[in-house]
């Protein structure tokens, strides 16, 4: 049987697939089974933030698993200890980590934080954790529901109790209470549409917090890494969250989710763990790819990248103004609003005919999450593409 038979007898098929099976990469270009190249502006949503087969994370993980690969949170982990100091150094912000497996593991953590938090001074417990109507926190049960669509909702309940969406970020003041653990948002929401919140509300919104003793949770999962310029959105928001939890991006695609909190002390030993989270393996890859992001933020070459893939973003918006309404996002987590979610549907399909990945988020945005590592002629090549695939839309 081939990779897709296979899939289909053997993999519950949660997925809507596409047909194309990768066999190599390379920093931003990709080659399929029959040898077709694309320019992929996707890093796997963004994941592979420092492109395909990167030779320095891949020598600094076969290195490692050479000797451990694991041990267990029993004993220190020396790449756990030195990712976490990495990861907060590059944040600026005076916090500590804990270390899970995934996005979803990692909201789940910060829920757990804000709820013992809650618990701590006085009567009433604190328990209501407020997201937005078009977030997306993960596929658990617990974040499920922290997921403001109501579409998300259906067939898994009962869910647990607690969560409360507010419409928007002027709804947020109105549904605050003394039963408000914390609130929980995206700085830019991911899968919701590209979706930036304006930064002069998120500033007030985070006084407002703060003057209620109310933690702001700041889900990073996608916007953590220097996606957005910096090491995390809130530093380009220039806010100070009590929580954020960062995946996607920093472990440049070995599994991990990180919650970083100035919470130090609420959670114990014994309240939390994870078998996996922070093994020698995955925290090696952490170390790696933020020594890597860090010295690209440095040197200025992160900067020089985003602006020029968003240089060519707006040619190429400004050359097919009839099928897009505006161009949305921060640093290289952009979208274009397409005029409707057919086009969008057809320029998925001629992108990829064309040899570009892209990405669909929302109901009608072209999503771009292209590895911050890509090079100019990479640019260059997937601009072209998808120029072709306009032409067949
Ligand atoms: C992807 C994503 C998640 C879920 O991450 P998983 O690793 O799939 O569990 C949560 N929040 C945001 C903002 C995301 O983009």
Do not use: W
């Amino acid at each position: 049987m081939n990779t897709q038979e296979l899939d289909k007898k053997y993999v519950l098929q949660t997925y809507g697939r596409g047909d194309i099976e990768f066999v190599s990469g390379k920093n931003a270009t990709l080659t399929d089974s029959d040898g077709k190249k694309y320019i992929d502006f996707t890093s796997g949503i963004g994941v592979v933030s420092v492109g395909h087969a990167n030779e320095r994370v891949n020598a600094a993980i076969c290195e490692q698993i050479s000797n451990i690969t694991h041990i267990s949170n029993l004993y220190n982990i020396a790449p756990q200890a030195k990712a976490a100091e990495a990861v907060v150094k590059a944040s600026g912000y005076d916090m500590a980590c804990f270390f899970g497996n995934s996005g979803a593991e990692a909201n789940e953590g910060a829920i757990k934080i804000v709820r013992k938090h809650g618990e701590r001074d006085g009567e009433i417990k604190r328990y209501k954790i407020i997201t937005l109507k078009h977030s997306f926190h993960g596929r658990t049960i617990t974040t499920v529901k922290a997921t403001g669509q109501e579409s998300m909702h259906n067939y898994f309940g009962p869910f647990p109790d607690g969560f409360v969406y507010a419409d928007n970020m002027d709804a947020i003041e109105g549904l605050l209470d003394d039963h408000t653990a914390a609130v929980m948002i995206e700085l830019i929401q991911g899968e919701g549409g590209v979706e930036p919140q304006d930064k002069v509300q998120v500033q007030a919104l985070e006084k407002l917090l703060k003057s209620k003793q109310i933690p702001l949770i700041v889900d990073e999962v996608q916007t953590g890494g220097y996606r957005t310029g910096e090491f995390t959105a809130s530093q380009v928001y220039e806010i100070t969250p009590e929580i954020i939890t960062l995946a996607k991006g920093v472990g440049g695609g070995v599994p991990v989710g990180i919650v970083m909190t100035s919470l130090k002390d609420v959670l114990s030993a014994g309240d939390h763990g994870s078998t996996f989270g922070g093994n020698y393996l995955s925290s090696t890859a952490v170390c790696s790819v933020v020594e890597i992001l860090n010295e690209l933020k440095q040197s200025g070459e992160l900067e020089k990248t985003s602006t020029y893939f968003n240089q060519e973003l707006e040619k190429f918006y400004n050359a097919h103004k009839e099928q897009f309404t505006s161009k949305v996002g921060i640093g290289m987590m952009c979208g274009l609003r397409v005029k409707d979610a057919e086009t969008l549907s057809s320029i998925m399909v001629n992108a990829k005919e064309s040899g570009v990945m892209v990405l669909k988020a929302g109901r009608n945005t072209l999503r771009f999450l292209p590895p911050l590592t890509i090079k100019k002629e990479e640019i260059d090549e997937g601009f072209t593409a998808l120029n072709t695939a306009m032409s067949r839309v």
